[in-house]
């Protein structure tokens, strides 16, 4: 099974120290619905402009890189990722198998309530949820682009605490 990326895999996995808590592997996924203005990210809208990879070389990748340095956990991004739900879900799957102590956050356009019965939320720790708000952009809370997202931690897919 394929997943779309951002660029190839080299490209579309980096580093980062903002995108949750702790240093941690970013994934750019190609994909989204939203097209919310003044997202950042405007170039991973539309999936046909991303690069299909395995989802087993992506999560090779992931663990070579993971093992190699100091991570935390891995941050999924995108444009949306749940645009690609049932890739995502494999993907984030074999993560938990094969790198069982990195966390996973994952970042949406879509709202929880909406999107709370995929399978894929049963192996997201931390989901950041809701559109990108241009008009309440820099907000006070860290990890999120504007002040309408939340930051649901969750269990088995399910919401245990929200900041």
């Not at 203005?37 to 999936?47: A, K, M, V």
């Not at 938990?96 to 995929?118: H, N, R, S």
Request: contains cysteine; charged residues 30%; glycine residues 8%.
């Amino acid at each position: 099974m394929d997943i779309v990326l951002a660029k190839e895999k080299e490209k579309s996995i980096m580093e980062s120290l903002i995108d949750g808590e702790g240093v941690r592997l970013v994934m750019f996924t190609c994909g989204c619905p939203h097209h919310c203005e003044g997202c950042h990210n405007d170039q991973t809208w539309n999936i046909k402009d991303g690069v299909q990879v395995d989802v087993d070389e992506v999560v090779g990748f992931l663990k070579e890189k993971f093992y190699k340095g100091r991570f935390k956990g891995i941050t999924l991004s995108g444009g949306d990722p749940l645009y690609q739900s049932n890739e995502l879900l494999v993907l984030v799957q074999k993560i938990k198998e094969q790198i069982p102590e990195a966390d996973i956050w994952c970042f949406t356009g879509f709202i929880y309530e909406k999107v709370q019965e995929l399978e894929v939320l049963k192996y997201i720790d931390v989901l950041i949820d809701g559109r990108f708000e241009k008009d309440k952009m820099f907000p006070k809370k860290p990890y999120r682009g504007s002040n309408n997202q939340r930051l649901l931690r969750l269990k088995n897919g399910k919401i245990t605490s929200i900041e």
